[in-house]
């Protein structure tokens, strides 16, 4: 069985619209535009990653090229049995699975994006990951702050995100690393989103919401909100309310697919993060992230032979618009390269140490802030062993 997942804020990139521009599918753009009255082209083709991060155009933008690579994909012939996403994405998943329309969908994340935004301003916060880390022991990190943070988002195993106020999320962080977390990393966002400093952006979406009136649908989507899944626009009424204010059980989504049965995970959006999160909650996931026109081919490969025709050569996983992980390749003792030190300018492919044989390869462009695997440290599959930040 086969699920599609959309990606949240954070996945968006400068550029990210250009290898759609000459597709069937860029058509949507042009509808984007003018529902939203703002031009999404520009956006897709043109802004920067400052500009990108503002959340108004930081969620528009994903939302519409995720809906762009869908359309592409259903232009092949290929339908999911169940849909999630990730936060926004789940609103991308409620309009391919048709409980939202093109227009509705796109006039409510505008509204979203805006009313977060302004929540933002008006109860300035901030969020961080803490990797490493057993669920129930950030929260535990998060009551002992004594302070206003919660965990945010649920992602994957040793994957949680806190958000609250600035003073809130640093007292949560010493704790957390107190109780054994293996990092830390500040989050460049503009507000503590899934938590109640968001809570005075839902009297905006409520009234949003129904005007959008959710419609029931063929094609279930798993809520971040309690993890079920769900064909009733009533239900997707109040649960996309409570999921401004609530945190993304994104973990508990995954195990819930698995649980229907699913065992093929496609990425369809910008960047890959859902992808890694997929591979380090399920174990026997299958997984793909279809981004451009050229992931179109690896996708109908992966469908109908049961591996796409290129396998990623290295892993690692998108925490953030700026922020990547680069996880182990393998379980063994990790050993890094004595010249990789933090502050070094690492490049796509470079290797930063060895866990046995097996090289570790980042797959991406970046700064080296810091190991999170410490040297001689066993390590399993897929446990972080780096942070970078983007340049």
Not at 146 to 153: G, H, K, L, P, Q
Request: proline content about 5%; overall charge negative; charged content about 20%.
């Amino acid at each position: 069985m086969l699920a599609f997942t959309f990606p949240g804020q954070g996945s968006q990139r400068p550029g990210m619209g250009r290898p759609w521009a000459d597709h069937e599918s860029w058509e949507l753009v042009e509808e984007a535009s003018e529902y939203a009255d703002r031009d999404v082209a520009r956006l897709l083709l043109n802004a920067d990653a400052e500009e990108l991060r503002d959340t108004r155009n930081a969620q528009l933008t994903t939302f519409v090229s995720s809906l762009m690579v869908l359309d592409a994909v259903e232009r092949l012939g290929f339908e999911p049995s169940f849909c999630a996403g990730h936060s926004l994405g789940e609103y991308t998943a409620l309009t391919a699975s048709g409980a939202l329309s093109f227009e509705d969908g796109v006039r409510l994340v505008s509204e979203r994006a805006d009313a977060m935004h302004q929540a933002g301003l008006d109860n300035p916060g901030t969020m961080a990951a803490v990797l490493g880390l057993d669920d129930d022991q950030v929260e535990i990190a998060c009551r002992r702050a004594d302070s206003d943070v919660w965990v945010a988002n649920f992602n994957a195993p040793g994957q949680v995100v806190i958000a609250g106020s600035p003073e809130g999320v640093a007292a949560a962080s010493l704790v957390a690393k107190e109780l054994g977390a293996k990092k830390v990393m500040p989050l460049h966002v503009s507000g503590a989103f899934h938590t109640p400093y968001m809570a005075p952006a839902r009297d905006r979406l409520r009234k949003a919401i129904a005007e959008a009136n959710p419609r029931d649908t063929e094609v279930p989507v798993v809520s971040n909100v309690d993890s079920l899944a769900h064909n009733t626009g009533q239900a997707w009424a109040s649960l996309l309310s409570a999921q401004l204010s609530s945190p993304v059980r994104w973990k508990h989504c995954l195990l819930k697919l698995a649980e229907l049965g699913v065992n093929g995970f496609a990425e369809l959006g910008p960047g890959g993060v859902l992808t890694g999160m997929a591979k380090r909650t399920v174990d026997s996931a299958r997984t793909i992230s279809v981004s451009t026109p050229e992931d179109l081919d690896k996708l109908i490969d992966w469908l109908t032979t049961g591996s796409p025709r290129a396998a990623a050569q290295f892993e690692g996983e998108h925490l953030f618009a700026v922020e990547r992980l680069v996880v182990s390749p393998a379980a063994g003792v990790f050993m890094p390269l004595a010249n990789v030190a933090d502050g070094s300018t690492i490049t796509v492919g470079m290797v930063l140490g060895h866990i046995g044989n097996t090289e570790v390869r980042s797959p991406f462009a970046g700064i080296l802030q810091s190991y999170i695997a410490v040297q001689g440290e066993r390590i399993t599959l897929r446990q972080p062993i780096a942070w970078l930040r983007t340049v």
